[in-house]
């Protein structure tokens, strides 16, 4: 069974930075390509990045591109968020996801998701 923990939420203010990380275990990590996600209150889950399986190719929702990078630690099975020049509209419950195949922007093609880290940016 695979599992996903995600930690590194907390308060910021605005034009901060913060660092989330998601430890996979209970699975072959360097097969998997990752995704975050995120969710704010009424709103629907919304892909925020993704770095396929050999970290050469990553993706970005337009709203964090420039601001937040994504990237991936496989002797440590750690899936990284680098979150720079945070904002209040930033705030949201952040998910990683696992996608045993190719990484897509849709949260229903991921396989294994976690409990997700609380972020929230002050103004």
């Known amino acids: 069974q695979v599992q996903l923990v995600e930690s590194g939420g907390g308060l910021v203010q605005a034009g901060g930075s913060l660092r989330l990380s998601c430890v996979v275990s209970?699975?072959?990590?360097?097969?998997?390509?990752m995704g975050w996600f995120r969710q704010a209150p009424g709103k629907e889950r919304e892909f925020v990045a993704s770095?396929?399986?050999?970290?050469?190719?990553?993706h970005y929702a337009n709203s964090v591109k420039g601001r937040f990078t994504i990237s991936r630690d496989d002797g440590k099975n750690t899936v990284f968020l680098q979150m720079n020049r945070l904002k209040p509209e930033d705030t949201a419950v952040y998910y990683c996801?696992?996608?045993?195949?190719?990484?897509?922007?849709?949260?229903?093609?991921?396989?294994?998701w976690g409990q997700g880290t609380q972020v929230t940016v002050s103004s």
């Open positions: 209970g699975g072959t990590f360097t097969w998997y390509d």
């Open positions: 996801a696992v996608e045993k195949a190719r990484a897509t922007t849709r949260a229903e093609d991921y396989d294994y």
């Open positions: 770095i396929n399986w050999s970290g050469g190719t990553d």
